[in-house]
């Protein structure tokens, strides 16, 4: 992913329902989990869109049924070309 708007990497903690972390690089993101030694998921997402409306925007996504417009779907919408990380005890898997 890349815009003007940039990015933030926010880090999902196995079983949780929210983040627990929301960090303006990777570097400082992986030292946080690292140093608590979390299993999860680090995701970038894009500062200003929606995720759904950034892969529309980027061309990465197009609608194909009116399903796929409805805004339960949108508001669990991942792209599978944002950038993520799994983790396990504090270190990548």
Known sequence: ????????WVFIA???TFPCGVFSS?????SAI????????LTEYPIGALTYD????????E???????NPRRIG???SQHQ???????????
């Open 1 to 8: 992913m890349s815009d003007k708007s940039g990015f933030v």
């Open 14 to 16: 196995e079983g949780a």
């Open 26 to 30: 990777h570097s400082d993101a992986e």
């Open 34 to 41: 690292h140093a608590r030694s979390l299993t999860g998921v």
């Open 54 to 61: 950034f892969a529309v925007d980027a061309g990465w996504f």
């Open 63 to 69: 609608a194909a049924e009116k399903f796929e417009t």
């Open 76 to 78: 669990k919408f991942t």
């Open 83 to 93: 950038r993520h990380f799994h983790y396990e005890n504090g270190r990548p898997r």
